[in-house]
């Protein structure tokens, strides 16, 4: 077992995206935009367990020790953000279609290890933090927010952020949950 903190990012209408370019075009878009968003994961100490489809599940504080993976996924999420709008940029110059996201972070108790059959298995965490990560960035689309978090993540937060209450709620097979959105932050520091 191991507290981690997790996050979930997704590119909003990507099933229309790609209905509308060529499949190369959209392979070429998705791996500059992977490129991009691990970047932002690398530089605040998150672990990439895994891409799916369009989306991202990332780890802070497994396999690789944090002593702050809270404060190391919002600030992840803030680059990712920035990231994409330089991205975003890129795109609108080369005749691109602009990518939204929304991302869900959570806090909690996860069970963490090599996960599959005996055949194939990769290196993972499950458990209801995981859960409850992924359904936030489902919420992200409801709410209007491009980031979401759980009060678990915000008590964990230092000085320097604003959050946003927006209230309880249900999530699919699960007990309501209260979460937050960011309004400011603390500017990241420049990269050395």
Request: aromatic share 6%; with cysteine; charged share 20%.
């Amino acid at each position: 077992l191991a507290d981690v903190c997790v996050l979930f990012s997704d590119i909003r209408g990507f099933t229309t995206l790609s209905e509308n370019l060529a499949p190369d075009v959209i392979t070429k878009l998705l791996q500059r935009y992977f490129d991009r968003m691990v970047h932002a994961v690398h530089r605040f100490d998150g672990t990439v367990d895994k891409f799916i489809g369009d989306g991202m599940m990332v780890l802070f504080g497994a396999p690789r020790r944090s002593d702050d993976p809270c404060g190391d996924a919002v600030q992840c999420a803030l680059a990712m953000l920035a990231g994409l709008d330089e991205l975003n940029g890129e795109f609108a110059r080369e005749g691109l279609p602009k990518l939204t996201i929304g991302i869900g972070i959570n806090y909690g108790t996860v069970t963490i290890g090599n996960i599959g059959s005996s055949e194939r298995h990769n290196y993972s965490a499950i458990g209801d933090a995981v859960n409850v990560a992924a359904r936030l960035e489902g919420l992200t689309k409801e709410l209007g927010r491009k980031i979401v978090i759980t009060d678990a993540v915000v008590s964990r937060m230092g000085e320097g952020f604003q959050f946003d209450p927006l209230g309880s709620h249900h999530l699919k097979g699960h007990s309501p949950v209260s979460v937050w959105g960011i309004r400011t932050a603390r500017p990241a520091p420049a990269e050395t």
